[in-house]
T-cell receptor, first 113, second 113 residues
């Protein structure tokens, strides 16, 4: 039981490049979330999903897209990376039966130059 | 809008000192409240939670009481250890919004031997 895993752990992009971050969970959770963490700002919700095939915008969705084609995976895409997207990205999952306790992945550190 | 405010860090304490990290919230409804902890280089993990007014959450010697009258959820520990050095996040959740968490900015705790 691996919990929540994220791929890759580190990535450096040039401005304008694109990439996809993969989040996978093996706990059969319905809900999945993508956050970004920046110094002094806590975690801010980018997008979330309440079930397979559904996505919704969070607090800071601009510049990102997501997809949830399979229940266990939640992908975060950057179509044209900008330096302002340099951050640490965390994925999390939860289920209603656990009072929505969120389980976090180890994070992906992204640098855009 | 809904928000969470934590005391600013970093907080530096000597081992066995008493810890308080203040957290206050603004919310239109009756959220549940959480404390998450992030150890260096890791994702967040749930430390404790309280789901209604006057509830006390506790775990690993940490405690926090849900005070509706003062809209607060302060984290306390009677005797900190070096291993408690981490960043602590206060958060609130609305169950009718897909379990979305709203985080405070985080408080870094450093415990010296």
């Amino acid at each position: 039981n691996a919990g929540v895993t994220q791929t890759p752990k580190f990535r450096v992009l040039k401005t304008g490049q694109s990439m996809t971050l993969l989040c996978a969970q093996d706990m059969n959770h319905e809900y999945m979330y993508w956050y970004r963490q920046d110094p002094g700002m806590g975690l801010r919700l980018i997008h979330y999903s309440v079930g397979e095939g559904t996505t919704a915008k969070g607090e800071v969705p601009d510049g990102y897209n997501v997809s949830r084609l399979k229940k266990q995976n939640f992908l975060l895409g950057l179509e044209s990376a900008a330096p302002s997207q340099t951050s640490v990205y965390f994925c999390a999952s939860s289920r209603e039966a656990d009072s929505y306790e969120q389980y976090f992945g180890p994070g992906t550190r992204l640098t855009v130059t | 809008g809904d928000s969470v405010t934590q005391m600013e860090g970093p907080v530096t304490l000597s081992e066995e000192a008493f810890l308080t990290i203040n957290c206050t919230y603004t919310a239109t409804g009756y959220p549940s409240l959480f404390w998450y902890v992030q150890y260096p280089g890791e994702g967040l993990q749930l430390l404790l939670k309280a789901t209604k007014a006057d509830d006390k959450g506790s775990n690993k010697g940490f405690e926090a009481t849900y005070r509706k009258e003062t809209t607060s959820f302060h984290l306390e520990k009677g005797s900190v250890q070096v291993s408690d050095s981490a960043v602590y996040f206060c958060a609130l959740i609305f169950y009718n919004q897909g379990g979305k968490l709203i985080f405070g900015q985080g408080t870094e705790l450093s415990v010296k031997p």
